[in-house]
């Protein structure tokens, strides 16, 4: 029995990042490869305010995957792999936590 795998994404733009065209780029490109997975975003969470310690993340995702195998290929693929120069350009930090 192949048992769902909820990701959740956390992201921190850097400055100018969220407006760029690169982070348009970026995207559209993950959000397909993420699909092409089998990922479905469940919510999506803009952050207000951080209560706790560390720096406040700007954005939380939700994501289903199929599986756990399909969601570490979604991160893991060529096509991923490809996309990273543009990820690092736009963000400061993003975390791909399984659950």
């Known amino acids: 029995m192949t048992v769902n795998c909820t990701v959740i994404l956390e992201g921190t733009f850097r400055k100018g990042g969220k407006t760029s065209s690169a982070f348009e780029e970026y ?9 092409a997975h089998g ?4 919510k999506n969470y803009l952050i207000s305010e951080n209560l706790g310690q560390g720096e406040k993340p ?9 599986s756990q195998d399909k969601a570490i290929k979604a991160f893991t693929c060529d096509e991923y792999r490809r996309i990273l120069s543009i990820r690092d350009s736009v963000f400061k930090e993003v975390k791909i936590l399984l659950v």
């Open 27 to 35: 995207s559209q490109r993950s959000t397909a490869n993420g699909e």
């Open 39 to 42: 990922g479905v975003v469940v």
């Open 58 to 66: 700007d954005f939380i995702l939700v994501v289903e995957y199929p």
